[in-house]
């Protein structure tokens, strides 16, 4: 779905500081899933958009670690978007820790997502 609307996979932690600081700095779109990834928004253009995936029962969770993104978008002017993933019933969290949780997105809903952020 990513790739259909021009996105390349990216994998931050295998770049060195400096280029990461220039991957982001020329996003034009960021996406990704909620994690330590995202952070380097802070290196983005204020108000680029940003779409965040993230797992439904720690969107949910209300705790602050679940919001980190929503709040760092915020504050740099960025346009945060959230892709909420679905689970499948009894799924269980893996290694007892809510961000861990398996989940699904819906193309359909990442593809709207991506859409709006890109203004296609």
């Not at 499948?88 to 893996?94: K, L, M």
């Given at each position: 779905?990513?790739?259909?609307?021009?996105?390349?996979?990216?994998?931050?932690?295998?770049?060195?500081?400096?280029?990461?600081?220039?991957?982001?700095?020329?996003?034009?779109?960021?996406?990704?899933?909620?994690?330590?990834?995202?952070?380097?928004?802070?290196?983005?253009?204020?108000?680029?958009?940003?779409?965040?995936?993230?797992?439904?029962?720690?969107?949910?969770?209300?705790?602050?670690?679940?919001?980190?993104?929503?709040?760092?978008?915020?504050?740099?002017?960025?346009?945060?978007t959230r892709v909420i993933g679905e689970v499948?019933?009894?799924?269980?969290?893996?290694?007892?820790?809510?961000?861990?949780?398996?989940?699904?997105?819906?193309?359909?809903?990442?593809?709207?997502?991506?859409?709006?952020?890109?203004?296609?």
């Amino acid at each position: 779905v990513a790739a259909r609307h021009g996105f390349e996979p990216v994998s931050p932690e295998a770049l060195g500081f400096v280029d990461q600081v220039k991957l982001f700095a020329a996003a034009s779109v960021i996406a990704g899933p909620h994690g330590a990834g995202l952070a380097n928004m802070v290196f983005a253009p204020p108000g680029t958009p940003v779409v965040e995936l993230i797992g439904p029962r720690f969107a949910a969770s209300g705790g602050k670690i679940a919001a980190t993104y929503e709040t760092l978008a915020a504050t740099l002017g960025h346009r945060l978007t959230r892709v909420i993933g679905e689970v499948p019933a009894g799924e269980p969290i893996r290694h007892d820790h809510l961000p861990y949780e398996t989940y699904r997105v819906d193309p359909a809903a990442l593809a709207g997502a991506l859409r709006r952020a890109t203004g296609a």
